[in-house]
């Protein structure tokens, strides 16, 4: 499937910024069922904008800006053509073992509740991990409530997993956090989702996970639909939670009043081509 | 005069009651001069210290207020052989030290040979995923560390902590020796006492051959620190005045392109080497921890592009966590193909459940330690502590065995120190300081000396009431 995407950010500040520094996650890289057809980036004011290799595989873009800056858009919009590989996630860049993503964070070291609700999922370690897995998936999708308005980006797992309200990057946390507490390596995983409803235009990019199963590698699972990943998912990032894979993690200085507003349209390139 | 336990190792008696030579002027002069004078010279320094303001906060106490480290006024002496042995095993072990982090963020040779388990490199939170396969400027991780020893016999030492982030306590050495040149000037016409002056300067060549390959003939350097709430900021103020370089904190310093830059009143300058003071998890909010106001945003990609030197290093906490500390001998003959200079401590790692069985058996005797506590906090004395706190710490250390080491209680060496009930010996530790530049390792003569100033104490940490002496080595 051809997914035809476009994601801009725009933030205006009443009073100008002095200078502006981002760090964008915002472009895929290719693998097996993932290949970029092309994408660019592009900032509205004028500067170096910076490629880089992160710690994780991801390609990132730095840039910064001097002011006074009143309005400062960040645009990416490409075509990516992908094919469904049941999940199973190859041919990515890999730099560090499975093993090390065993790690907690700050974002997703489990309390009780997380830890309990695992060990009771797992039988306590004797089912096999990846039905774990599915059934820890097919719970989030099914108990939580979809909700933009109950969580931050500093939401830790256990808080959303108290309120049982969230969005992807929260369920992708309780996910991860599970999942390191019975031992299976567990990553973050942002990108883009081509929605089955026919919803093209959002307000946000998506966010699901891959966990490691010896023998299969790592799998994609995308507990905010209950589905492992199909050719609708465009990975673009991973990291041990949001903040290592976050599309974009910035700093302005001076500036006052910021608004900030996002949009992003996931869609079928063909579709689009025929209108 | 002074009562001597046969159990420890006396430092100016041997078990003979006999003086050590290097101590021999020392003990004449302690056994002639008048006790009023001793207490009146006592005070003098602690007004100086007092007057210099040079305090630390301790973290923690309810009355958390500015607390002057108490000062004792004896010296401590090392002898000229004594001294040569220890700086060959410091600077061995810094070489390995350094050598474990280059390996540990790039190739993973350790890994493979299977000297040191995976999940002690992945698994150790304070590895830092943004220096995988990153390279630093020279190669250099740590150049300046803090090495703990201790003595418990004449003839070795024994590192009780490798401290490769951003150790503290150089301010203490240096003022020491003030004070005491200060107030007992007679005492350094006896004895050839090396100079440790010269530190300010060793460390500021240190830092600047450590300057990216592209900065300028004389690069530009500056002292980090997190601001004046921090404990240690006294010290951070004093070392950039002995450099001569600019104390700056994050929001002084600005990223523009992949260049580092601090304002000035001459506008932007750029910044070569950092000497910073503040932790790996403030240092740059874009990469690390987001709420950090301590930090300069981007800082980590100028790092990434090779255009700025951090001193130390981002991530070499690997290098001194006291899990990795038991596999130092291994590290230092892997690397160097050497036998350690310096001993390590037996100590049981509580993530193999063999150990743990022996540690929780024998909790009463040993010493247990968070594998990331520091300053002496998170840490249990068995043979000093009583039965309810032994059993809270047993079950901390039952619910997560991978954050605990433990360790036989060392017979710490005592000096003569002079106390309310006069001049008795007390333990001590050493902190001496190692500064691993691209040219070569620079090791100032000395350290810190903590004392334990409570009888029996083997606890030296300053937040635990502990104190510092000025140390001495003979230069013949």
Known sequence: MRIRIAHETVYRYDTP????????????????????????????????????????????????????????????????????????????REKFPPSFYLRQTELTVPDQAIAGWADEISENGARPALETLHAMQQSIYA???????????????????????GVCQDYAH?????????????????????????????????????????????????????????????????????????????????????????????????????? | MSSRSPDFFDEMRASDGSIRPAYRQLAHWLDTVPKDVLDYRRKEAEFIFRRIGITFAVYGDAASTERLIPFDIIPRILNRGEWQKLSRGLEQRVKALNMYLSDAYHKREILRAGIVPEELIYGNPVFRPEMNGQAVPHDIYVM????????????????????????????????????????????????????????????LATLKSVAPNNSSGDPTVVLMTPGIYNSAYYEHSFLADKLGCELVEGRDMFVKGDMLYMRTTEGPKRVDVIYRRVDDDFIDPL??????????????????????????????????????????????KFYLGEEPILKNVDTWRCREPDHLKYVLDNIEKLVVKEVHGSGGYGMLIGP???????????????????GFIAQPTLALSTCPTFVEEGIAPR?????????????????????????????????VNSSQGGGTKDTWVLDR
């Open chain 2, 287 to 332: 990469s690390f921890r987001p709420d950090s106001m301590l930090g300069v945003p981007g800082l980590m990609s100028v790092y990434q592009a090779g255009n700025v030197t951090l001193a130390n290093a981002v991530g070499t906490g690997i290098a001194d966590d006291k899990a990795v500390y038991s596999y130092m001998p291994d590290i230092i």
């Open chain 1, 174 to 275: 309780i996910f991860c956090s599970a999942a390191r507490h019975l031992k299976i390596p567990a990553r973050y995983v942002g990108g883009y989702f081509l929605r089955g409803d026919g919803v093209i235009d959002t307000e946000s990019g998506h966010a699901w996970t891959e966990a490691f199963i010896p023998d299969l590698g790592w799998i994609a699972f995308d507990p905010a639909n209950g589905i492992c990943a199909t050719e609708a998912h465009v990975r673009v990032a991973i990291g041990l939670d949001y903040l290592g894979a976050a599309p974009v993690r910035g700093t302005r200085y001076g500036g006052l009043g910021e608004a900030m507003q996002v949009k992003v349209s996931v869609d079928q390139a063909s579709r689009q081509s025929q209108q």
């Open chain 2, 144 to 203: 300046i560390a803090g090495i703990d020893v201790v003595r418990v016999d004449p003839d070795n030492f024994y590192v009780l902590e490798d401290n490769a982030r951003v150790p503290s306590g150089v301010s203490y050495m240096l003022e020491n020796r003030e004070i005491m040149l200060r107030l007992f000037p007679e005492l350094f016409i006896d004895h050839p006492v090396a100079p440790v002056d010269n530190y300010a300067d060793e460390l």
């Open chain 2, 427 to 459: 333990h001590v530790d050493l902190r001496p300081f190692v500064l691993t530049g691209r040219d070569r390792t620079r090791i100032v003569p000395g350290g810190l000396t903590r004392v334990a100033l409570s009888k029996g104490s083997l606890v």
């Open chain 1, 143 to 165: 108990n939580f409530n979809f909700d933009v308005d109950a969580t931050a980006t500093s939401t830790t797992a256990s808080q959303a997993f108290a309120n049982k309200h």
């Open chain 1, 17 to 92: 910024a002095t200078r502006a520094i981002q760090i964008l996650r915002l472009t895929p890289r290719a693998h097996d069922g993932q290949y970029v057809v092309r994408w660019r980036v592009e900032v509205s004011e004028d500067c170096r904008v910076g490629p880089r290799e992160d710690a994780f595989g991801n390609l990132t873009h730095t840039f910064t800006v001097d002011g006074p800056i009143s309005e400062l858009a960040v645009r990416v919009a490409g075509e990516v053509e992908t094919q469904d590989t049941h999940g199973i996630m190859r041919g990515a």
């Open chain 2, 384 to 402: 000093a502590a009583d039965k309810k706190t032994i059993e809270n710490f047993a079950a901390k250390v039952k619910a997560a065995p991978e």
